[in-house]
């Protein structure tokens, strides 16, 4: 298990099998609730990672199957066999998809790119103990990955990593796996290989998302039954004016070694409590935010604010900051309702308030927004309220705007009117404005669209 610098496999040997293409995403709202058994409405987004499968004869005395993994984005080749993924395959057959792998990997693999790679070649072969894989000699299978994601934006470029290849070597295999075991798989990998302990909604939005259209995905099941429920989501003709613009602060932490993990481990603990307290035995937050008897007791009038008193009083014996974060992870699900009830109802101004109103709750309870995502988000809100006014826009010219992904760094997004599409964007990244002069950063904008999710395509 290594990383090269030059393949060693002649060309005249090569036969390409399969291509696929799996998405980035984008989550117009439902944040942190993915993992609390909440609802999360994303959509993937018209850029993503590329990505080539074929084969080779085995060169040398070699008796084993060697996977090559090449990035067009990253130095190196990563090179591994069969043999020396057989430990880790073991390992899953135990059933522990708990534990941190990354010590056992060598050092320059555990700590790159790569490390996605192997995790997904290992849990794809691991589900091949289950069906028999292709009978075939000793060979080479190359893998060849091409991205337009930039790392840290909050786009999910790992989720689209994982997916996308255990859906490549699936189809090579001729696995039948469903896109939503795919999903699973791909939300372990990042828990065992990248040491972040996600969600499932950003694999889920990779493979299921179509074109057009949003994904309202619901997970209050899925930790009782393994069970997640989607819906697609279809705007209502007054949005179509409206382009979704992802604003890049071109700040990047590792999940795994920020605060992501403690907010995770707050909420189960808090689930705990709060169960036992309200004599409600709901498996998820999720299923609190559909209580609601539950919500009439600790949020009579739907304030958040108010929530977390009764929450910090009556639950929690004193713990505002449990309180604040159970309060975001119940009450986002009803912004998120409000949001979806919104865009088929063409409903600008309601759209506008459940976005505006999630951000305020993710930078001041769940505290996971940082200066660059506030101050990103301000300059947004105001150049586009300036020039819609000067271009006399009759329409709002913005639909609010918030942080995405799972925060500390990484991007807003904002539907913004096409007719101000272009002076918007050359405002964001002039050199004199605010979070120019303020950061020393240039942030980076993509204007994208609805796009269609995950694709495999064989090749004759």
Sequence with gaps: MQIIQTSQVPAADLSLRFTA?????????????????????????????SMELWTSRTLGARADTVYEVTSDEQPGILQVTHKELEPFISHLATGDHSEDLRERLPEA??????????????WHLSEGRQHPLRAQAPQTIHLRLASQLPSGAGISSSAALC???????????????????????????????????????????VALAHKNRLLLIDFKDLAASGRVETQNVAPHA??????????????????GDSPYNERRRSCEEGLVRLRSVTKRNHPSLGYFAQDQAFLQAFAPDGSQAGMIERLTREVFAGDRRTAQRIAHAILENVRVDQAVQALEAGDLSRLTQAINASHASLRDDYEVSCLELDLIRRQALDFAGVIGKDQQLKEPPILGSRMTGGGFGGSTIQLVHERILRDFTAAMVASDSPYVRETGLTPGVMVTEFAEGLTVTKKS
Excluded at 110 to 118: E, K, L, P, Q, V
Excluded at 238 to 245: C, E, G, K, L, T
């Design 109 to 122: 693999i555990g700590r790159s790119w790569a490390r996605y790679a192997i995790g997904a070649l290992i």
């Design 163 to 205: 997916t996308g290849l255990l859906s490549l070597l699936a189809h090579y295999e001729d696995l039948p796996t469903p896109l939503q075991t795919l999903a699973q798989q791909a939300m372990y990998v990042e828990h065992q290989f990248a040491g972040t302990r996600c969600g499932l909604m950003d694999q889920t939005a």
């Design 238 to 255: 007054r949005f179509a004016a409206y382009r979704p613009v992802l604003i890049n602060t071109k700040v990047k932490h590792e999940l």
């Design 21 to 49: 293409y799996a998405p980035g995403r984008i989550n117009l709202i439902g944040e942190h609730t993915d993992y609390n058994g909440g609802k999360v409405l994303p959509f993937a987004m018209d850029r993503g990672i």
